[in-house]
């Protein structure tokens, strides 16, 4: 793996010396201190051609080529077309039109259609729809499947425990509404369209500006014409420019406008590291006598050991067709390297109160995406002079609920009655200024900080001897008797991508291969997500430093990106010239969903925006 023809010998010194200590949370200078000298030291070949890593101005291929950008204004700009963004969006025209006010509200989404990179279970919980559209059902809101049954499971390898859905529990979905979230964010895209709302699929927000003063100006959409190896090509066009008043990012979990916002503005000082999850789901066609429309079930345990949270779904929808969703969910602060969460899915789809469903059934779509799990304490401080962050992106998920939406829809709908004065206050037809805002008071005041304080000790209880036993005895004494009013608020064990042990202290696991029928390999599940990118455009997977792949995360953790990743993006192959393992990064792949850039055990690859329109093509998933 590390011949001597390959790397000096000061490298190889270091790879050996890093091959024996603990990782950095054990040993955090002596390990960085190795790791850097190895990095250095090694020729690893071109990777990166971003040129957010590359920059342009340095690069002779782009002398003299035209970087004007047009720009235009708004009086709100939101990023991100999912159920925080439009729901904002919707709330502000609303307003604006409740007092007669003219305001330009402008929306950019990075899919190629509204709804199109939306992916989510999905069971709704109807409070924030009732509250922005009371007449939702008028309207044809698609909530076809109101839940008629609620099934909760501990599994081991081949049984079940059933666990009673009592009254007052988070997992109980009496009430809710099982939808298909990217039909219920198009439905949303059109009521926003209706109200006056400028939607802009296909184009990705890509950079953030500023006035000079430091705040947020608005955003930037991406370049288009850029070849693989970072050159221009003849096509090549500048993005735009949109300067607003105010910019509401809205970009979803883990959103990458939103981590520059954070250094930008150091707005994760006063909270605990966010921490995630990655979701993996599919859509299927049943056997019509196993179809049993509004029932709903989630399950614990197996396949994943005690340690490992996370547990599956499985809905049955009223779609006018036997259709399920189903999916599983892992926590990303999973230690093994050698866990592949995709694989887990595949397995569990085996068990004996899971396959009977599926027996027969016709799988016609594959998604991933990762979800927040950090809760209250992980929420950071949300405005910035020019700006709020909401949904998602910030983290309003409620995690023993694994449900987000409506806390999103919520979240952006408070952030559009907190700004809707200001903006209004101003004259309208003076020059775009950016507005400086504080947290919305009514946000703390809400239902939506309520419901998140009452669960915020759940996740990480389950961080104990016990795991998942522990963490289920904690719900039951402090959130289902006491309701949450523990005096304390519990931490969660620091950021995702630290928790990896090295490969040498853990035992690769077995998977069983797939059988074509009910379980299925990687690149058939891709193909059926649609996905897609322009080829010849630099990979929007960017490392920070192209050796680290190789001379780290390959040589400690057994390369994890190859596992963690939903689609088979990362790829060790053999260097075409000498001996040794390079990094290969098929970026056509990508679902958006997140992960590597949280779980990167070397915190070194930075999902950045393709092309716009690039990327998944789910339907209603
Ligand atoms: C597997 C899984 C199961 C879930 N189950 C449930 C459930 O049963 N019930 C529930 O209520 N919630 C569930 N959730 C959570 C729910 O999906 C989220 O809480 C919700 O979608 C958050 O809405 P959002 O608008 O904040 O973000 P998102 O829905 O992620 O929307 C963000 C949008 O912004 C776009 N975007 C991102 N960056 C840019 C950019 N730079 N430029 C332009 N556009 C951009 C994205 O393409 C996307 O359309 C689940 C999530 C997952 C992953
Ligand atoms: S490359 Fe990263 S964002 Fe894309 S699918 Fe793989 S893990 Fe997700």
């Known amino acids: 793996m590390f011949p001597a023809s390959r790397y000096s010998s000061r490298a190889q010194r270091c790879i050996r010396a890093l091959k024996t200590v603990p990782p950095d949370h054990a040993a955090p200078q002596l390990y960085t201190t190795l790791h850097r000298r ?35 204004e708004a009086d709100v700009v939101i990023v991100g077309g999912g159920p925080a963004g439009l729901s904002a969006a919707i709330r502000l025209k609303q307003l604006a ?95 926003a369209e209706e109200l006056g709302v400028e939607l802009y699929p296909g184009y990705a927000a890509a950079e953030i500006l500023f006035h000079e003063d430091g705040s947020v100006k608005g955003i930037a959409t991406n370049d288009v014409g850029i070849a693989k190896d970072g050159s221009p090509k003849d096509v090549f066009e500048r993005g735009m420019e949109l300067h607003a008043k105010v910019t509401l990012f809205g970009e979803g979990c883990h959103g990458h406008l939103a981590k520059q916002l954070y250094k930008q503005f150091n707005l994760r000082e006063n909270c605990e590291p966010q921490t995630y999850a990655i979701g993996l789901k599919e859509l299927w066609t049943i056997d019509e006598k196993k179809w049993k429309p509004g029932r709903v079930e ?14 599956s779904f499985l809905y049955h929808l009223n779609e006018g067709e036997p259709l399920v969703a189903l999916g599983f969910v892992v926590g990303l602060d999973y230690t093994n390297p050698y866990l592949s969460p995709f694989r887990e899915f595949q397995r569990w789809k085996h068990h004996p109160f899971v396959a009977p469903t599926l027996e027969g059934g016709h799988r ?120 949450g009013k523990e005096p304390w608020t519990l931490k969660h064990c620091g950021l995702d991508a630290h928790q990896l042990k090295p490969a040498k202290d853990c035992t690769p696991i077995e998977y069983p291969k797939p059988d074509g029928k009910i379980s299925f390999d990687l690149l058939s599940s891709v193909a059926l997500s649609g996905t897609n990118h322009e080829g010849d455009q630099p990979p929007h997977l960017t490392l920070k430093d192209d050796s680290v792949p190789v001379a780290r995360n390959l040589t400690i953790f057994d390369g994890p990106e190859q596992r963690f990743c939903p689609a088979g993006v990362y790829e060790y192959v053999p260097v075409e010239t000498g001996d040794g393992m390079r990094l290969q990064i098929n970026a056509q792949n990508c679902v958006h969903c997140k992960t590597c850039d949280i779980k990167d055990p070397s915190q070194n690859i930075n999902w950045v925006v393709p092309e716009g329109g690039g990327g998944p093509a789910y339907n209603g998933m």
């Not at 989630?298 to 547990?311: A, C, F, I, K």
């Not at 915020?456 to 961080?463: G, M, Q, T, V």
Request: aromatic content about 10%; charged content about 20%; glycine content about 10%.
């Open 364 to 483: 016609i779509a594959y998604g991933a995406r990762a979800l927040n799990e950090g809760g209250l304490q992980s929420i950071p401080k949300l405005t910035f002079p020019g700006g709020l962050l909401i949904g998602c992106s910030p983290g309003f998920m409620n995690v023993p609920k694994i449900k987000g939406t409506h806390t999103a829809m919520k979240s952006g709908m408070l952030a559009a009655e907190a700004i809707f004065p200001k903006i209004t206050a101003e004259s309208l037809d003076s020059e775009t200024d950016s507005m400086y805002l504080s947290t919305p008071e009514t946000l703390k005041n809400s239902w939506v900080w309520k419901e998140l304080y009452a669960v915020r000790n759940i996740r990480p209880s389950f961080h104990n001897y016990f795991g998942l036993y522990g963490g289920m005895v904690y719900t039951g004494v402090f959130y289902w008797i006491l309701r």
């Open 97 to 191: 039109n409740e007092h007669g006010k003219e305001l330009r509200v402008c929306l950019v989404e990075k899919a190629s259609q509204i709804g199109a990179h939306t992916l989510s279970g999905a069971c709704l919980e109807p409070t924030a729809l009732t509250e922005l559209f009371p007449d939702w059902k008028e309207r044809g809101a698609p909530l076809n499947t109101p839940v008629t049954e609620d099934v909760f499971s501990i599994l081991t390898e081949k049984h079940r425990i059933p666990v009673p859905m009592l009254p007052g529990l988070p997992m109980r979905n009496h009430g809710n509404y099982i939808v298909r979230l990217g039909n219920f964010v198009r439905w949303l895209g059109e009521q």
């Open 298 to 311: 989630h399950s614990v345990g197996w396949p994943l050991n005690r340690n490992t949270y996370g547990g």
């Open 38 to 72: 190895a990095c250095s030291s090694v020729s690893a070949p071109r990777i990166t051609t971003h040129y957010t890593i590359h920059p342009r101005e340095k690069d002779p291929r782009w002398e003299g080529v035209e970087m004007e950008r047009f720009g235009d």
